[in-house]
């Protein structure tokens, strides 16, 4: 399967495509915060109702009739993402920024069971990407973000690299549709988003694989926050030992998590070493804590009643090079 720049948006991604625009054109901008932090702001006597686009399209809020512009209101009506509520509407998908692009996601709160995320990780994983990218400076002909959610990932290298074939899998397929919408709002058309459980969804070898998974424990087991295991760490291990067969001579897996701490151990590493130890090649691989306190608030609920904190991680895993001949 090779990158399908025909895979465009279907005609309420279209609308969605152009909604997107039209609020770049009025300058729009949204850095979307902690779940946790959106419910402390939005709580606040007087933002019950949004005044702005800011309100509806980034903070969740309702608005009533005649505080968006005609053209913006039409336009979501046309995308199929309003709800009425008490006299008045709210949108179903947030729009948030991340650098010069812009992203659909799920509404807050994320609550439904194929809800997209976007927030703080986001910025956090991409931010590790674009370091990659630039301080290696290596080619890079075919990548694959595993769980591409908003594909924030994928459509980040393919702007880097735009020579390179980028594929974003995810099993969900409201991910999928949002992907291809946000890759279009970017101009990415080297960005196929593909149905894929792992990377089932293509053939081959990559030059570099990434992956953001989901890494807590939720009593729930919403498949954008549960990350498998007594503490998130099961899905990210398994992306890594799916990613690490498919890697090029050279090639480079980031997975960016989370890592629960139980009275100092580290029980991602743990999880990420055992795969490591267990899958053929000479793997070089580096580790670090991007920040060592992230959803303080889970360590309330009983499946972190061991936990002292979760740190978000980054681990780096690079192939051996092709033996010379």
């Given amino acids: 399967m090779q990158p399908d720049p025909s895979a465009t948006p279907d005609d309420t991604g ?9 609020a770049r054109e009025l300058g729009y901008r949204f850095v979307t915060p902690t779940p946790a932090t959106h419910r402390r702001v939005n709580s606040r006597p007087g933002h019950e109702w949004a005044s702005d686009l800011r309100g509806a399209l980034g903070w969740s809020r309702p608005f009533r009739a005649g505080v968006l512009p005609a053209e913006i209101f039409t336009l979501m009506q046309r995308a199929g993402i309003l709800s009425e509520v008490d006299g008045g509407w709210q ?47 290596a080619p890079v002909s075919r990548a694959f973000d595993i769980g591409c959610g908003t594909g924030a990932g994928a459509l980040n290298i393919a702007l880097a690299r735009p020579a390179a074939q980028v594929w974003a899998g995810d099993i969900n397929a409201s991910a999928l549709r949002l992907t291809r919408v946000n890759a279009a709002i970017a101009g990415a058309g080297n960005v196929a ?52 067969p498919r890697l090029a001579p050279s090639g480079t897996m980031l997975l960016y998590t989370g890592a629960a701490f139980v009275e100092g151990r580290d029980t991602f590493l743990q999880a990420a070493r055992r795969v490591l130890d267990d899958t053929p090649g000479t793997w070089q691989w580096r580790y670090r804590e991007l920040d060592p306190d992230v959803f303080g608030e889970e360590l309330d609920n009983p499946a972190y009643r061991d936990t002292e904190r979760i740190a978000a991680v980054l681990l780096q895993v690079d192939a051996p090079m092709a033996p010379r001949r």
Avoid: K
């Fill in 14 to 22: 279209h609308a969605l495509l152009r909604l997107a625009l039209s």
């Fill in 91 to 137: 949108s179903r998908l947030r729009l948030s920024s991340l650098d010069d692009q812009l992203y659909w996601h799920s509404a807050y709160p994320t609550t439904e069971a194929d809800a997209v995320f976007f927030g703080p990780d986001t910025y956090r994983f991409v931010g590790a990407i674009q370091r990659h990218l630039h301080d290696r400076q």
């Fill in 193 to 244: 988003a593909c149905q894929s459980d792992m990377l089932c969804g293509a053939e081959g070898v990559f030059d570099l694989i990434v992956a953001n998974p989901p890494y807590l424990n939720d009593a729930m087991q919403r498949a954008y926050r549960h990350g498998g295991g007594s503490h998130g760490q099961e899905l990210a291990a398994a992306m890594l030992a799916a990613a690490l």
